[in-house]
């Protein structure tokens, strides 16, 4: 079974734009999360979609925002780009049900300069 | 509210010896708890769970973890490290909707 595949998996950007950001969940998958990692904060989570309705949402600002689809491929969009929005971006799939565990892509490395 | 301590941000041990990750958790419910590696540049990988089964849990690449609810404590160990296993290592807990709270992370060092 093929893994969670994200991409791309570098993006630089400048200061004001805006970056999609795309993940495929493991086959079957309906569940699909993004974490923010930094060195500063560390794994932050930043929502959850489970068919195509965001489930769960941390505390992040608007300019973070998501979606998910009916395959359950899921995008995310952050607009307005701050220098502080340098990060790994993951995305996690997992199935429904108790304790059934997140599986996570490589990432996306975001730069903005 | 959940919430996971662990309790050394850095271990170092030598090739061969044994390796302990410390982690401490709080929650409501019965929960699920996980240990997860990061290598650099890399997503997280599910090293073991736990799912109130068993109480010692064997995960992949030699590593396990004992749940103690007494001492609501989920150490990840392993007999003998190997160069490989050098990353970084995140005690997880979940409860019954989806909702998962990241430890801070422990960076392992493997001194040859």
């Known amino acids: 079974k093929a893994g969670v595949t994200q991409t791309p998996r570098y993006l630089i950007k400048t200061r004001g734009q805006q970056v999609t950001l795309s993940c495929s969940p493991i086959s079957g998958h309906r569940s699909v999360s993004w974490y923010q990692q930094t060195p500063g904060q560390g794994l932050q989570f930043l929502f959850e979609?489970?068919?195509?309705?965001?489930?769960n949402k941390g505390n992040f600002p608007g300019r973070f925002s998501g979606r998910q689809f009916s395959n359950s491929r899921s995008e995310m969009n952050v607009s307005t780009l701050e220098l502080g929005d340098s990060a790994l971006y993951l995305c996690?799939?997992?199935?429904?049900?108790?304790?059934?565990?997140?599986?996570f892509g490589n990432g996306t490395r975001l730069t903005v300069t | 509210a959940q919430s996971v301590t662990q309790l050394d941000s850095h271990v170092s041990v030598s090739e061969g010896t044994p390796v302990l990750l410390r982690c401490n958790y709080s929650?409501?419910?019965?929960?699920?708890l996980f240990w997860y590696v990061q290598h650099p540049n890399k997503g997280l990988q599910l090293l073991l769970k736990?799912?109130?089964?068993?109480?010692l849990v064997k995960g992949i690449n030699g590593f396990e973890a004992e749940f103690k609810k007494s001492e609501t404590s989920f150490h990840l160990t392993k007999p003998s490290a190997h160069m490989s296993d050098a990353a970084e290592y995140f005690c997880?807990?979940?409860?019954?909707?989806?909702?998962?709270?990241f430890g801070p992370g422990t960076r392992l060092s493997v001194l040859p």
């Open positions: 996690a799939s997992s199935q429904e049900g108790r304790a059934s565990p997140l599986h």
């Open positions: 736990y799912t109130s089964a068993a109480t």
């Open positions: 979609y489970f068919s195509e309705t965001q489930r």
């Open positions: 929650s409501s419910y019965s929960p699920s």
């Open positions: 997880v807990v979940g409860d019954y909707g989806q909702n998962f709270v």
